[in-house]
């Protein structure tokens, strides 16, 4: 026990050194903070330029709830519980394994070192997108997730930062559903994987966006606005009883496993879910609410 505990605090200090450093004393290309605002701040300058619903205020419906949203999720959450808990429960996982005389590295599907950089990274992107893609339709299939999920799509005006409100427990099942698959596959460093991030951060945040855009021929392979905006509609097609169109980064999941659904063009469709009346509208009434329901 005093050895997790110990994996805890450095877990702590270590990811607060680290977060310090990364605001105040900025010097590589990889930086999360600064490469967060900038992404936020192209795409939010995007939907000015080019709205797609022209009546929506710069400033939507909640757009400093979402703000407020985007930087603790993406950053005080890991203080405060994604980085120890990860750690603590990959050191664990393995002292597990090594009460039979196994290690994590003895399932590795391949070694990182064994292929070029580039590919590797492909791999572990389409490994990653793939996995969360199932994870997200368990966060709709199943109604304690689906509770936490409510977060995400109490979003009633469409806008970049909306991509990160979520509950703080998503993330918490996103990557313990994503631990061992990326495990078995490679180990690869902060950097090697930052330009998958932003790729990432950057799909994300234009789907969320105000833009009526589908990239063409690219709409079968990249999640995009005008296909997102229908995951998030109120009124779900009578045909599925969860969701359509769930994909985060890669809409060609969907397309594989026809859940996609584009009936139309969706931009002034209602968005939220039924009885989203109800609802909480601040952050804390928010990450408290799921905690109510399961009473």
Do not use: C
């Amino acid at each position: 026990m005093e050895k997790y505990l110990d994996i805890l605090k450095k877990s702590y200090s270590g990811y607060w050194n680290y977060l310090k450093h990364e605001i105040f004393f900025p010097n590589n290309w990889d930086n999360y903070f600064y490469g967060l605002i900038a992404i936020s701040l192209i795409v939010w300058l995007l939907e000015i330029i080019f709205p797609w619903r022209k009546n929506q205020s710069f400033f939507r419906k909640d757009f400093w709830l979402d703000t407020f949203y985007m930087f603790f999720n993406f950053f005080l959450l890991n203080l405060i519980v994604l980085i120890a808990l990860s750690n603590t429960v990959a050191e664990f996982f393995n002292d597990i394994l090594k009460t039979v005389g196994l290690s994590l590295s003895s399932f590795k599907v391949f070694n990182a070192d064994d292929l070029p950089k580039w590919l590797g990274l492909i791999i572990f992107f389409l490994v990653s997108d793939f996995v969360q893609w199932n994870t997200h339709r368990l966060l709709h299939r199943v109604p304690f997730l689906w509770n936490f999920h409510k977060v995400h799509h109490s979003v009633k005006e469409m806008g970049f930062a909306a991509h990160l409100r979520y509950h703080w427990m998503e993330p918490v099942v996103y990557k313990s559903l994503l631990y061992i698959p990326l495990a078995l596959i490679a180990n690869y460093k902060a950097q090697d994987v930052a330009i998958v991030y932003f790729f990432s951060i950057a799909i994300g945040h234009f789907n969320h966006a105000n833009l009526g855009w589908d990239y063409g021929f690219l709409k079968y392979v990249f999640n995009n606005p005008k296909m997102h905006i229908w995951h998030h509609a109120k009124q779900l097609p009578q045909h599925v009883s969860y969701g359509v169109n769930f994909g985060l980064t890669l809409s060609i999941w969907d397309y594989l496993f026809r859940s996609d659904y584009i009936p139309h063009n969706g931009r002034d469709i209602e968005l939220g879910f039924e009885g989203d009346e109800n609802f909480p509208k601040g952050f804390l009434n928010q990450e408290l609410y799921p905690l109510s329901k399961s009473k």
